[in-house]
């Protein structure tokens, strides 16, 4: 299930719940193990007991045993009702306990934000409604055992009082003696443990045969992003991207990219500059594979990039994304992230070239030091420099960053900008970037206006050619100059 939660594309995240599919992957699970282990067991044991059971019965009265076997079709009918009744109950159920779990799960990711609008009262509301909920169905089944439980011992009960009637006669007409009625009846009394047992059994099977099948579907989710079979290794990258023709939409409905052409050689930079929700980072999402084109291609040194394995074509792209995510560990994990074989020197080197070493070695506990829910708090632009350290580490071809220096001040941004200069001289980069200062440099800027290229140049050329250029400078970038303490922050 993990494995398939880990490969699963980012249009299946797009549309799942996470609270759904912890749920799944926990309680859904548990009903799984717990009637695979302890339920398949008691199966065993119950039909073995009943089997020879039987079979002693047979030996010893084939007439008395039928008679106490007739109220059997009506058991079996009774079981088959009890199942069909509560199996949608239970799907009820399961899906209740990932309703709960999705809003605690909110609840707790999203904290700040209820503190902030002091919604702590409705949160708790929230959670105890769909606790109730729970509670209702629950309780509902119960009524179902307590109907259904009572009855099929009442059903084993008149199987032994039929036994006594008939029994009884033969022992007076002198068929049978007293003492094999007595055996009859104790070896008959062995059978009541394994009958409510298959009822409990019965029970537990149909609760995780919904389990089952939510876990299933899971399990049989194609993953929207499939390597091809036969798809090949990309070894040596020179980083040569393209993309030709290039539309996509997320939904097959709205077309996000309208036929977007780009042609970054090895080793230069493209930026993209255009207002929210323009569709840079759809673009920059495409070229690892994170969704695939609806039509076109992108090729990465002249090759479809479809014909590569995933894991290769991914292990030469370095992405720092538009949200920050790090793990819970340590400050020199995160930044190994993508090359946990790292030496310490070269983790250094990446969070200088990030300009977060000198924050990170004043730290009690310098790289040591833990990230994350238990550790020290970082503010957003120093996420977002580790962030940039982890995707420098790896020292892939081709370097993506998606607004990655969105909360890192001009100054510090300037600082970053001078090493990336540096690093990016053998890398193909494709930055999206509000800040003139990020976009100037760029071998080519293209402008992006709902999905399609409109103006492409550098920055010169674009200045002197386009009066929408000029506008989009003087609007929407902040103006260059790093000395100017009162342009920071800010952004679109
Ligand atoms: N995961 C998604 N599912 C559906 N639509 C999306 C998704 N991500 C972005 N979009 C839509 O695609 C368009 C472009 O978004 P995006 O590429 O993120 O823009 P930008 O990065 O330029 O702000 C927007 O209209 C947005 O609503
Ligand atoms: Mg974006």
Redesign the pocket.
Known sequence: MYRKLQQLS??FY?KAQTGQLMSRATADIEMLRRFLSFGILRLVSSFLTMGFVVAFLLLRSPRLTLLSMSTMPFLIAVIYIFATKIRPRYRRIQQQMATMTSVLQEGISGVRVVKAFAQEEREIERFRRENWEYLDQNVTTVRLWAFFFPLMAFLGGVGGAIVLWFGGNMVITGEISLGDLLAFQTLLAQLIMPVRMVGWLVNMATQAGAAGQRVFEILDTESEVREKPGARNLRECQGAVALNSVSFS??SE?M?LKDVNIEAPPGKSVAIL??????????I?LIPRFYDVSAGSITVDGTDIRDFTLQSLRSHIAIVS?ETFLFSTTIRDNIAYGKPDATDEEVAAAAKAAQIHDFIVTLPEGYQSKVGERGIGLSGGQKQRVAIARALLTNSRILIL?EAMSSVDVETEYLIQLALAELMKNRTTFV?AQRLSTVMGADEIVI?QD?VITQRGTHAELYSASEDYRDIVHLQLQRPEPEEPAEKGGGE
Do not use: E, P
Request: no cysteine.
């Open positions: 980012f249009s797009d997320y939904d709205n996000v255009g207002a929210t929700g323009s569709g840079k980072s759809s673009i999402n538009q998606d999206i992006l999905g």
